[in-house]
């Protein structure tokens, strides 16, 4: 008795956070042997897998299907699948598509039929490049989508770019932005008529702009402090990129021989990033405000940056996630990632 006495006065004293769910761990995979063996050696400890493996065309035609050996290990483990639906990322077809009621149609029962046949519980939309004049039209279609796909006990999510300060702001770059990439997302209406918003907080620097944090911290926060303004927190899930960019001066004559600024990058992950590193013989550099980790070097006598979101800057984000008591996160890509992230994270509770 004065066991159990004991033990019962140390529970009361234990903070609620001890009791408190885990955020939920949503994990994009590409269909690549990296990101597959990720999934492999990872799988106990990621609650929903969302891989990238369904596309659709202007006329709703549905193309795609699973990787069976990752739908039966997602099986073996448990894990839940809803697979991503995207359009390539073609603006102009992705507009034929919403403006055509036949083809939202067949794009909707093809959803449907996939999920019944391949136990999926649901999809997540990943609609990027689309002009904000299209803006109503998409929040028409995930409508329509949401309320056709609940009939049959399925979810619908939606992975959204990040849109504060919510207009174009002053420079070209953020009127191109607001116009192709941010505009389109009405968070507040779609929050209604989703099961969950992935916002997709990282590429704030990318192979458009000069070198900088692939997602630094302020950035982030700004974002999900303007999205928790109209999306309910319980459906919101904040990104957190995996992946790196490594910058570099590129060939300044292009095809046509003219020569140009030529400023280039492209995706750097974490076996590629820590390595290069170490064959410079660089140190890793913390950026205690942006809460990412940077480097350079130099080749031919030019310098190169990496910037590269490790364990360090997962656990950060994953402590605003906790902190602010989101549904939990999506992080791009299985693969990609600093091994030591893993550490943070719990066994998923089935």
């Known amino acids: 008795m004065k066991r159990r006495i004991l033990l019962l006065a140390c529970l009361l004293w234990l903070p609620l956070a001890a009791f408190a769910k885990a955020p939920v761990a949503?994990?994009?995979?590409?269909?690549?042997?990296?990101?597959?063996?990720?999934?492999?050696?990872?799988?106990?400890?990621?609650?929903?897998l969302v891989?990238?493996?369904?596309?659709?065309?202007?006329?709703?035609?549905?193309?795609?299907g699973p990787n069976d050996y990752v739908l039966d290990l997602a099986k073996k483990h448990r894990l839940p699948v809803m697979p991503i639906i995207s359009a390539g990322g073609d603006r102009a077809k992705f507009h034929a598509l919403l403006g055509d009621e036949t083809a939202k149609k067949h794009m909707i029962d093809s959803m449907i039929d996939e999920a019944k046949e391949?136990?999926?519980?649901?999809?997540q939309f990943d609609f990027e490049n689309i002009a904000w004049t299209?803006?109503?039209?998409?929040?028409?279609?995930?409508?329509?989508?949401?309320?056709?796909?609940?009939?049959?006990?399925?979810?619908l999510t939606m992975a959204v770019v990040p849109n504060?300060?919510?207009?174009?702001?002053?420079?070209?770059?953020?009127k191109w932005m607001w116009e192709y990439w941010r505009g389109a997302y009405d968070l507040k209406e779609l929050a209604k008529v989703l099961d969950l918003v992935c916002l997709m907080t990282y590429d704030q620097h990318t192979r458009w702009t000069t070198p900088g944090p692939v997602a630094g911290?302020?950035?982030?926060?700004?974002?999900?402090?303007?999205?928790?303004?109209?999306?309910?927190?319980?459906?919101?899930?904040?990104?957190?990129g995996l992946y790196g960019y490594h910058?570099?001066?590129?060939?300044?004559?292009?095809?046509?021989?003219?020569?140009?600024?030529?400023?280039?990058?492209?995706?750097?992950?974490?076996?590629?990033?820590?390595?290069?590193?170490?064959?410079?013989?660089?140190?890793?550099?913390?950026?205690?405000?942006?809460?990412?980790?940077?480097?350079y070097f130099y080749r031919d006598q030019m310098r190169e940056w990496v910037f590269l979101p490790d364990a360090r800057a997962f656990r950060d984000r994953y402590d605003v996630v906790k902190q602010y008591g989101?549904?939990?996160?999506?992080?791009?890509?299985?693969g990609a990632e600093d091994p030591k992230i893993w550490d943070e994270l719990p066994d998923a509770v089935r």
């Open 326 to 334: 989101l549904e939990g996160f999506c992080a791009w890509v299985l």
């Open 26 to 48: 949503l994990f994009y995979m590409m269909n690549t042997q990296k990101s597959i063996a990720s999934l492999e050696a990872h799988a106990d400890k990621i609650d929903l």
């Open 134 to 155: 299209d803006r109503d039209a998409l929040t028409l279609l995930t409508r329509q989508t949401y309320e056709a796909l609940h009939k049959h006990g399925l979810q």
């Open 217 to 240: 911290m302020p950035w982030v926060m700004e974002h999900l402090q303007y999205a928790l303004k109209v999306v309910p927190k319980e459906k919101l899930s904040l990104g957190i």
């Open 247 to 295: 910058w570099f001066a590129g060939n300044p004559v292009g095809a046509d021989g003219k020569e140009n600024s030529n400023i280039s990058a492209k995706y750097i992950d974490a076996d590629e990033s820590f390595p290069l590193a170490k064959q410079f013989n660089v140190t890793m550099q913390w950026d205690p405000v942006e809460h990412e980790s940077w480097f």
């Open 164 to 174: 504060a300060p919510g207009h174009a702001g002053e420079g070209a770059f953020g």
């Open 51 to 64: 891989p990238t493996w369904y596309g659709v065309d202007e006329h709703g035609l549905v193309s795609g």
């Open 118 to 123: 391949h136990g999926y519980t649901g999809f």
